[in-house]
C-alpha cells in the first residue's frame, strides 16, 4: 500500500493558495508536542519546588512548566508576536502542513477538526525571514526540525515521532534553494 508524503499531501485547494509560478520544494504534516513554549520567557523554568505545609494542598509543588520542558523540550522561544510565536500559533490546528517553497515557508491548516472549513496560509514568512531549518531531534521526537527566524526567535515542528523523513525532506528543501 502506497503511503503519500511530502510533495503528494498537498491538496488542489492547497495548491491555489501559492502564487503564480511559485513552485513547492517541501509539504510535511506538522504539528508541536506538548512542552514548554518560551515564547515570552526569560529564561529556561526551573523546577520551582515548593512544600506547602497544609496537607489537603498536596505538600510538594513543582513548576509545570518545568516538568513540560523537561519531558517535551521548549518549543519556542522569543518575543511575544515574534515570528515564532506566530509559527507555533500557526501550528494549533488538527491538520498542520509546513511548506516551503522556492519563495516562503508557510503553515497550511484549516479551523476544523473534521476538514469542514476551507484550508488557509494560516502563517508565512519570506525565505530571508528564515535564518535556518535543522533536525533538533530528542527521545521520542525524531522528526522534530527546529526554524530559526530572522527575529532571533526560533520554534520547534514535529514531522514524526519515530520516522525523520519528513523533517529530513524539510531541511534539504530548505538548503536547496
Known amino acids: 500500500m502506497h503511503v503519500p508524503t511530502g510533495l503528494e499531501l498537498m491538496s488542489d485547494d492547497e495548491r491555489a493558495l501559492l502564487d503564480a509560478g511559485e513552485r513547492v520544494l517541501a509539504c510535511e504534516s506538522a504539528t508541536q508536542l506538548a512542552g514548554h513554549s518560551g515564547i515570552g520567557d526569560e529564561a529556561r523554568p526551573g523546577p520551582g519546588v515548593g512544600f506547602d505545609a497544609d496537607p489537603m494542598a498536596g505538600g510538594v509543588t513543582v513548576d509545570q512548566r518545568w516538568v513540560d520542558a523537561a519531558v517535551g523540550g521548549v518549543n519556542a522561544a522569543g518575543a511575544r508576536g515574534s515570528l515564532a510565536d506566530r509559527f507555533s500559533a500557526a501550528l494549533d490546528v488538527a491538520a498542520a502542513k ?66 525523520k523523513a519528513a523533517a529530513d525532506r524539510l531541511v534539504t528543501a530548505y538548503r536547496q534553494s
Open 98 to 163: 509546513v511548506v516551503i517553497t522556492d519563495r516562503r515557508l508557510l503553515v497550511l491548516g484549516d479551523e476544523g477538526t473534521l476538514r469542514t472549513t476551507p484550508v488557509r496560509i494560516r502563517f508565512e514568512v519570506p525565505r530571508a525571514g528564515v535564518v535556518e531549518l535543522t533536525r533538533a531531534p530528542r527521545a521520542l521526537q525524531r522528526g522534530r526540525v527546529r526554524i530559526s527566524f530572522r527575529d532571533g526567535s526560533w520554534a520547534m515542528a514535529m514531522t514524526g515521532l519515530v520516522k
